[in-house]
Nanobody, 124 residues
Framework: QVKLAESGGGSVQAGGSLRLSCAVS??????MAWFRQAAGKEREGVAF????????YYPDIVKGRFTISQDNAKDTVYLQMNSLKPEDTATYYC???????????????????WGQGTQVTVSS
């Protein structure tokens, strides 16, 4: 059984930074990702990383501002968020799932284990 626990959320002004952490217990799958869900909106992926390769992917909405990384010795995945905008306000979740040849780590449907989420609020 895999358990994921996010931490590090909070309130910050626009332009500020936050670092989220995801503590992993149990055997995670080959992909880790951060998703977010804002009030009234669908959940969206914001960062993906292959656990073995450490290859990463970011959608354009966060590219250049967010960085996903992992510390395998600590079984922790991080999301460094810089230049935050009010539209980044959401609950952020980490998740783990298997890679596939066609989509690699992308695709929400592959993620079967999720954390409880941590709230990020960015004020203007």
């Amino acid at each position: 059984q895999v358990k994921l626990a996010e931490s590090g959320g909070g309130s910050v002004q626009a332009g500020g930074s936050l670092r989220l952490s995801c503590a992993v217990s149990g055997k995670a799958s080959s992909c880790m990702a951060w998703f977010r869900q804002a009030a009234g909106k669908e959940r969206e992926g914001v960062a993906f990383i292959g656990r073995d390769s450490s290859n990463t992917y970011y959608p354009d909405i966060v590219k250049g501002r967010f960085t996903i990384s992992q510390d395998n010795a600590k079984d922790t995945v991080y999301l460094q968020m810089n230049s935050l905008k009010p539209e980044d306000t959401a609950t952020y979740y980490c998740a783990t799932g298997p890679a596939d040849r066609r989509r690699w780590c992308r695709g929400e449907d592959k993620y079967g284990y999720w954390g409880q989420g941590t709230q990020v609020t960015v004020s203007s």
